[in-house]
């Protein structure tokens, strides 16, 4: 199972745009991590959000966590062209299991 | 350099033939996992360790093995009984039970003969 369910799951903007990404799951959660993922590469890790956290910011990334809602937001600010890449939601369970969620594809048009 | 290391890059596998990939790190961390990733998919949990000599089994774990007899190390076997093998596979580690961030391998492309 994906415990993670990402929004859209794919995504082109124009190079300055913010770009927007969601992320939903199911069970309760110790924190929720975002990654960047180039093509036919390993993850990359963006930001970590613990539980007991509703939103932290890095550089142009911003994340959001609703818990309530069992839902996440992770927000670019003025995308560049290597922005273009998948971006996972992962989230780690209360037995420590980290699942991903199946990505947003993102591309950043010139 | 301080890193996890996956080997080899690209595997290929015959028929009923059992293949191990490799997984080492030398970051002290504790926890240590295995992702299956299909193309234009997400990552799928295979199976993951938190301590030596224990780990538990993922989403996907029919068809594979794992052992964690030294921190550093975490080998996947694919076995025969693992039907659709082909896949990219990843491995990462972590600090803290994994209640860090993962730091990944860049990965092993296996592919069937």
């Known amino acids: 199972s994906q415990q993670g369910e990402e929004d859209p799951q794919a995504l082109s903007i124009q190079e300055g745009e913010n770009a927007t990404m969601n992320c939903s799951y199911k069970t309760s959660i110790n924190n929720l991590q975002w990654y960047r993922q180039n093509s036919g590469r390993g993850l990359v890790h963006l930001i970590l959000?613990?539980?007991?956290?509703r939103e932290k910011h890095s550089g142009r990334l911003r994340v959001t966590l609703d818990t309530s809602k069992k839902s996440s937001s992770l927000l670019i600010t003025a995308s560049r062209a290597a922005d273009t890449a998948s971006y996972f939601c992962a989230t780690q369970d209360r037995d420590d299991k980290i699942i991903f969620g199946k990505g947003t594809r993102l591309h950043i048009l010139p | 350099d301080g890193g996890i290391t996956q080997s080899p890059k690209y595997l290929f596998r015959k028929e009923g033939q059992n293949v191990t990939l490799s997984c080492e790190q030398n970051l002290n961390h504790d926890a240590m996992y295995w992702y299956r990733q299909d193309p234009g998919q997400g990552l799928r949990l295979i199976y993951y360790s938190q301590i030596v000599n224990d780990f538990q089994k993922g989403d996907i774990a029919e068809g594979y093995s794992v052992s964690r007899e030294k921190k550093e190390s975490f080998p996947l076997t694919v076995t025969s009984a693992q039907k659709n093998p082909t896949a990219f596979y990843l491995c990462?580690?972590?600090?803290?039970?994994?209640?860090?961030?993962?730091?990944f391998g860049s990965g092993t492309q296996l592919s069937v003969l």
């Open positions: 959000i613990r539980s007991n956290e």
């Open positions: 990462a580690s972590s600090p803290n039970r994994g209640r860090e961030k993962l730091f």
